[in-house]
């Protein structure tokens, strides 16, 4: 049994055409979904996201049963659905991130990939760090004890 979830995190650079190389082990879960298609769009925090086309349709599927009206999915498509960009791994393993979407996450040429397991996350250095940061002072402050017992 293969990887099944994304998990890690790799530094790889983006190129002058807005490729990327995705980390071999986020590949072999891609592929691993018979598919060699992703996902990216944009998150709440200043990163992208990547799921795998399964990972996006059960997303698809969940915000699906909303209300037409309901705040949260007039949300979800105006920042996530209508920001996504299906791009497929190239012949080297690689991605397109789209302009659009570098501008927002800040991504110039150092790219972290970041694992959340049923999907990834494409960051800029220093907010990597500050996000890393921040998700350490959550877990200091007690709320991880759904993970830790």
């Known amino acids: 049994m293969g990887h099944s979830v994304f998990i890690g995190q790799h530094s790889h650079s983006l190129d002058d055409k807005g490729r990327v190389n995705i980390p071999a082990t986020f590949r072999k879960?891609?592929?691993?979904?018979?598919?060699?298609?992703?996902?990216?769009?944009?998150?709440?925090?200043l990163c992208l996201m990547g799921y795998t086309v399964q990972a996006w349709e059960k997303l698809l599927d969940e915000y699906?049963?909303?209300?037409?009206?309901?705040?949260?999915?007039?949300?979800?498509?105006?920042?996530?659905?209508?920001?996504?960009?299906?791009?497929?791994?190239d012949s080297q393993?690689?991605?397109?991130?789209?302009?659009?979407?570098?501008e927002y996450a800040s991504l110039e040429k150092e790219v972290i990939f970041a694992?959340?397991?049923?999907?990834?996350?494409?960051?800029?250095?220093?907010?990597?760090?500050?996000?890393?940061?921040?998700?350490t002072h959550i877990l200091a402050?007690?709320?991880?004890?759904?993970?830790?017992?």
């Open 29 to 45: 879960v891609i592929q691993g979904m018979g598919d060699d298609r992703i996902i990216l769009t944009r998150s709440k925090d």
């Open 141 to 149: 402050q007690g709320h991880g004890k759904a993970v830790h017992g």
């Open 64 to 89: 699906s049963q909303k209300a037409s009206l309901d705040p949260e999915l007039e949300a979800f498509e105006r920042i996530y659905a209508a920001n996504a960009s299906l791009t497929q791994l």
């Open 115 to 135: 694992g959340r397991l049923s999907k990834f996350e494409l960051w800029h250095p220093d907010l990597w760090k500050d996000a890393i940061t921040k998700a």
């Open 93 to 102: 393993g690689r991605i397109l991130v789209p302009q659009y979407l570098r």
